[in-house]
């Protein structure tokens, strides 16, 4: 996890906290369980985290309107807490929202505002936590 060219992904398929479905725990969870995994086991400052989780993460896609706050860029930002943000998925309770996420804005949009979906992210959005 912590050489340089891995970045953050995962295998879960998209899905809306509305789905009738039990996904998997990591179609909610997969960014935050890997903060908590990489915080709580110290395999590298924060700064990497994130840098694993957007930038590099977007590059290797090659998404070139993403993963930075850059003029021009679509304004994909979440605001957390970086010693408290872990995941709370489980299977039986897959769509269990993270604790210590704050705000969630997807392209200029805000989806999450004070750890709670907005209006605007119950249209039919997907969004993984």
Partial sequence: ?????????????????????????????????????????????????????????????????????KEGYCADIVVFDGENFKSRSTFLNPKNAPEGMHYVIVNGKLAVENGKLTAKAGDGSSLLF
Wanted: proline share 4%.
């Fill in 1 to 69: 996890m912590a050489k340089d060219f891995v970045s953050v992904g995962s295998d879960g398929v998209a899905r809306n906290y509305s789905c009738r479905e039990t996904p998997h725990p990591r179609s909610f969870a997969a960014f935050s369980q890997y903060f908590q995994t990489v915080r709580e086991n110290k395999i590298m400052p924060l700064e990497k985290m994130i840098r694993k989780a957007t930038s590099l993460t977007a590059e290797t896609l090659g998404l070139a309107d993403r993963g930075l706050l």
